[in-house]
């Protein structure tokens, strides 16, 4: 009983996302009170007409009191709503069967307006613009926005329910360090350079190219103009990937009849370990020594994945993620997303830039200072005769006068002239509220020009993009670099053994770890497998699946209490034992003082990375004590059987946290 | 905010967050705002809002104000239950949180702030709709009978108390206010216990509890009474007419002094918890003051501190208790024991030596009625030491019986829908972690083992089930077979057919000779005009017909009426429910006022001079710690009035940590530190415990490591509050 719903003040759909049974429900709500046999009214009316009074009683209490609600739990928390209020837009998510927590439910939202962002950019800024693009007036298109991003939060649930690496927000990575090296020495001649020097890339430049195995980053390549990826981003795109070629694992509960084609045990490939290997202490962290040749030839077919889930053209898709233009940060800046498969399973995403950046970093920067000065003229002690005398005045006046005539849009102009007018006029200076209503319409006319020259002209809608012989050349060149390998791959990423032996040899009652850098955004930890097919550290079956939720619930504590400030956590549940541990340290691994964790309250963004990026805010703050040094931030959650003494359990979280440290100390990149 | 928005304004966001962190934990201490609202006035969509609210406070917020929250918050709560079929329990907002009960078209809402954890305010609104429906009845009925400016008189009354006297932890627990039994000698505890006991053998009294200064002394009722025992209705009050419940009662004789009797309502379950267990006495006579003694030995007077006479106990009972507590199934086995035995055959030869002697050698000697002060020093010497000329009376195994008393737990525990308010007690008891629970004595309590069958398989087995069925509801009229041993009292005798009492008795052949020689006694005390209950109730007549119609409506709402006996001296307060008939009954309330009088006073006297004044915690405090006993409702701290930052820090992880140990069963320890504090908490079915050392630990990095001392908090918790009697161990 899920349902996900974004609406307008006036209680406009602009998207909504149920699951069956909570479409069943309203269907059987409807169903009686209407007439029989007239016809039911669609579910976004249906759902408009249900949430309209709590929509609208959130902007009264919104207005009437500067408050407004986050959630509403009913008797012993059958249901759940979780409402957030992101610009102008509420957004509303419901939970009737218990499966999720508020903590949930607001990072499904969060991560949703991410979702939006990186697919609008700075369009999201405004409410009416982005309302065109949420719900054009074309029911097929709409129609088709709604099920894009249906399918994408359907996806992400898939995601966070089943890979460790969503439910912490961290990247995993494939470790196989030769294989890393190959890869990216090919990414780089024969991707990136290969685009870059193709006189027919169409002012197009390439500048990130990964390789993904399921859902893990196998390798990754930057070419040296470009700045770095946030992890927040790589995560976004590999959720995308996901999305379009939804990899066996995460689907199969979806297309039970696919099981067919799997008919050779996996084991057959990928013993499980028995006990005496576990105990012969050999790590299989660096496993180089495991060529590919050695594993057992599989016959195509037994490997064959599943189709994509539909035949959505695979071309190139407008995304807007976080760089640096010309030295300076910029949010959203537009790129062009290709996702290349190159076996089922197995993908290779490239990035590219397209000419029109610098622009989007003036909108970007003009946005900023205008929303800025609306903030001056809310707050309200700045009347239009000390506004103009401010700073920052002079300068937007000058840099907007330069780009409206650089530009010299029609509308723009005579919106920027009014606002000059009411701005700077010594006659007759406008009130507060008539500058306020003036910033609002050059603020739409910025978004205008932005969502014109990226979304409109965006490569998915025929904009300009890499020409496909070119995009099939470079998806050819990487199939052959990895031709012998990808078996080797499709196993490895499932059975991706950081340390078989680790928790068993060295640890004993350790039952199962999380290690994440945060600075880097990424994670190891032992494979948990969902799956009834394939075997993870832990086997399979019922005792598997206990110890994911486990796990999950684990790493929900762990949030709640760090949204709470507390950075060390020890619970002892049942036969379990919880222990969760975040920590700043030096370049060198020099373990800095712990400081105090800000203190959130329930409804602000959630710890995460998709939807906040709350470790990079982390980072920044502590930082600020530490400004000569780079800090890097840490977290380990480990599960333990309750049996084992406190300090025991200390002494080996500590040794574990060493020993990974020293692992991922080894470059990748 | 748009994520470029977000990210042009980091430096602002940890500005705020920086804020956001150092902001006091002191809102708690507050409530926003509670009102009650009757959807039922604003249909039309021309009616007012203001029309359908009943009570709002603040009463000084302006009434646009009252009508914005009123009509969202009642919009709101009716589109969410046409969504979910079920009402919403909370509304939070970011800054508030409101508690939303909805009764038929009446909506009661609690406003809280954010920080109070989501259980607590929901508590706290349940709490307050019990208060009101015990002192006016079902709410509708209050409404249509009385007048608005009464009922707000009331609402004030009820929540100035509240606010008034809960602190923030108390909040967090919504736990009863209580005496902090270390600063009280141990033997005033007793000594208002069976008071308690005392009244209760009036007719028509059911269960009671003391107060002093608002703060609980001794009670016998449930947890949930009690909390709406402690709080008192506006002073008018009980001269108005009660609302749901019956018709005026035309009183003859003046009541006595600082005496007041208020009708009152019962929820059901609270009626019949009442009701049942002076039923079990009814089956089984011999042990009914057992059974008293053993209800009220059990809650009040556990005295935690080490300076309790008794502390030379061990602790064994405790685990083993526990382990019952936590498994009821594990007790049925013992539940049946056929004829009343103790497994080891052992306690019934107890009773027989230890507790006749004790009543032969010790007669009352005090002045009047006073059978509880004479029971007292009868059951309480044998660890009384300021009286030595009664520690004679020699309780040669007290190991023994002390053991006992852990199974003394089990019959109820056996039965646990019908074990009502003893199953309660039972696990309070044998939850209790502090080792000198049980100083009532375990004589008394072997005596109970034995003797109270709350089962019917046990009556029947003693062919006593057909009395049991004859003597429904019969609660105030419990036979007290001892009476024979206080010739001068005069209690209205009962009758009880002699031949099924007997039948017991020689069903329970270790303990028959006592047996025999109470019930003999009993009826022969007995026999002239008694009146059972069907009696009773015939004498009652009239008024139990005017009651009718009052009766009614207010039962069907599951309200049970009944009437609440108050008696104070100066800060002591007595209060006793009973049945309804003591209004009617001024031989009764001669009865309640005159056998309680002597001993109140003397309590009232001694508390005044025990007691000290200035309750504040010593100023070398190294930690903090609150025990929260989770079946008795009550709390045990060292907190200071005005907190400091670290008694905030220790507050706010306590509010976080009891919400989760509500939430999930299996968790039992937690640990959580941040950069300036570290708080070590650990429950069971029965308890809470949270430990807070505040000496500046040494700043660690958060990397696990055995020298953090955060992971050595247990071990201190352990050793530094034994001396507050909690047991971790």
Partial sequence: ?669 | MSRWERGSCVLKCLDHWMKGNMAPFCSLARWNYFFLYDGSKVKEEGDPTRAGICYFYPPQTLLDQQELLCGQIAGVVRCISDISASAPALVRLRKLKFAVKVDGEFLWVLGCAVELPDISCKQFLDQLIGVFNFYNGPVSLAYKNCSQEDLRAEWDTFIEQILKNTGDLHKIFSSLWNLDRTQVEPLLLLKAALILQTCQRSPHVLAGCILYKGLIVSTQLPPSLTAKVLIHPAASRHQRRPAGGGGPQERGAALPPNVRIMPVFLTEEEATSLREFPREQAASPAAAPARLQQCSAQQPPHPRSTGAPTDNATGHVEPMAWMLAATPESACPDVAWPDGKGENGHLPGCDLENVKPAKLHSPPRDEGPGLGSSLVKELHLPWGEEEPDLSAIHIPEAQETETSSGYFALPSTGAPDGGGPCFEEFVRDSGDPAPESRDAPPVVMAISSVLSPSTPEMLSQNGALEQHDDLPGDSSQAPFPREDHLPGRTSRPRSWPCSDLRQRGTALPEGEQGVERSVGAHDSCSAPGGSALPESQDDNGPSADRRDPGLAPASCMGLVPTNLYTHSVNGLVLSLLAEEPLRGDDAAIEEVYHSSLASLNGLEVHLKETLPKDAAASPSRTYNFTHYDRIQNVLTANLPQTATPQDRRFLRAVSLMHSDFAQLPALYEMTVRNASTAVYACCSPAQETYFQQLAAAARSSGFPSPQDGAFSLPGKARQKLLKHGVNLL
């Fill in chain 1, 1 to 669: 009983m899920k349902c996900v719903l974004v609406a307008t003040e006036g209680a406009e759909v602009l998207f909504y996302w149920t699951d069956e049974a909570f479409a069943e429900s309203l269907r059987l709500k409807f169903g009686r009170s209407e007439n029989e046999g007239e016809e039911l009214p669609a579910l976004e009316d249906q759902l408009s007409t249900l949430l309209a009074p709590v929509i609208i009683s959130s902007m009264t209490m919104l207005e009437k009191l500067s408050d407004t609600y986050t959630c509403f739990s009913t008797e012993n928390g059958d249901y759940l709503y979780v409402l957030h209020l992101f610009g102008e837009c509420l957004f509303v998510a419901i939970n009737g069967d218990h499966t999720e927590d508020e903590g949930d439910l607001r990072q499904k939202l969060c991560v949703l307006k991410y979702l939006f962002e990186v697919h609008f950019g700075l369009v999201t800024v405004d409410g009416q613009l982005v309302r065109k693009e949420l719900r054009p007036p074309d029911r097929e298109r709409r129609v088709q926005v709604w099920e894009h991003f249906q399918s994408l939060l359907r996806t992400y649930g898939r995601l966070r329910e089943r890979e460790q690496c969503f439910a912490v927000e961290a990247v995993e990575r494939l470790i196989h360090p030769q294989l890393c090296e190959l890869c990216i020495e090919a990414l780089e001649r024969h991707v990136i350079q290969a685009v870059n020097s193709s006189p027919e890339r169409a002012g197009e430049e390439a500048l990130h190219a990964f390789l993904l195995v399921h859902s893990k980053l196998l390798a990754f390549y930057s070419s040296h103009s470009a700045s770095s990826l946030r992890p927040a981003d790589l995560l976004a795109l590999i959720l995308l990937v996901q999305d379009r070629y939804p990899s066996e694992s995460t689907a199969e509960d979806d297309d039970p009849q696919e099981t067919d084609s799997f008919s050779l045990p996996e084991e057959y490939f990928t013993p499980a370990p028995s006990p005496g290997e576990q105990s012969s202490g050999s790590t299989v962290w660096l496993d180089e020594g495991t060529p590919p040749t050695d594993a057992p030839q599989i016959a195509e077919d037994t490997l064959q994945m599943l189709v994509p889930h539909s035949p959505v053209a695979s071309g190139p898709r407008r995304i807007f993620l976080d760089a640096s233009v010309k030295e300076s940060h910029c949010p959203m800046v537009p790129h062009t997303a290709y996702c290349l498969p190159l076996w089922p399973g197995i993908n290779m995403v490239l990035l590219t830039k397209s000419p029109g950046s610098p622009l989007a970093l003036v909108l970007c920067q003009l946005l900023d200072a205008f929303s800025l000065l609306e903030k001056k003229l809310k707050e309200g002690q700045e009347a239009g005769t000390t506004l103009r005398s401010h700073p920052l005045m002079g300068d937007l006046r000058q840099r907007m006068d330069k780009f409206v005539k650089n530009r010299g849009g029609q509308e723009i102009q005579s919106t920027w002239l009014e606002f000059k007018s009411k701005a700077f006029s010594r006659s007759e200076p406008g009130s507060s509220w008539e500058l306020l209503q003036a910033c609002g319409k050059v603020k739409r006319q910025l978004c205008a020009i932005y969502r014109l020259s990226f979304l409109t002209t965006a490569p998915g809608r025929g904009g300009p993009h890499l020409p496909q012989q070119l995009q099939d050349k470079v998806q050819s060149i990487m199939q052959e670099k990895l031709t012998d390998w990808k078996d080797f791959l499709l196993v490895k990423s499932r059975r991706n053994v950081t340390m078989v032996s680790y928790p068993h040899a060295r640890a004993p009652r350790l039952v199962h770890f999380i290690y994440v850098d945060r600075t880097t955004g990424q994670m190891v930890a032992p494979s948990l497998s969902s799956s009834k097919r394939i075997s993870s550290e832990l086997g399979r079956g019922p005792l598997a699946t206990f110890i994911r939720t486990k796990v999950w619930s684990l790493i929900r504590l762990a949030r709640r209490y760090l949204q709470k400030g507390y950075a060390t956590l020890l619970f002892r549940e049942g036969d379990f034992c919880f222990s969760y541990f975040l920590w700043f340290e030096n370049e060198m691994g020099y373990k800095l003082q712990i400081i105090e964790v800000p203190v959130l309250s329930d409804d602000s963004t959630c710890i995460g990375v998709l939807g906040g990026d709350y470790y990079r805010k982390l980072l920044r703050y502590y930082s600020k004590s530490h400004p000569a040094e780079a800090v890097k931030c840490h977290e380990l959650l480990a599960l333990h059987l309750s049996v084992i003494p406190t300090d025991v359990l200390v002494q080996q979280a500590g040794e574990l946290a060493r020993r990974l440290w020293e692992t991922s100390r080894l470059p990748l990149l």
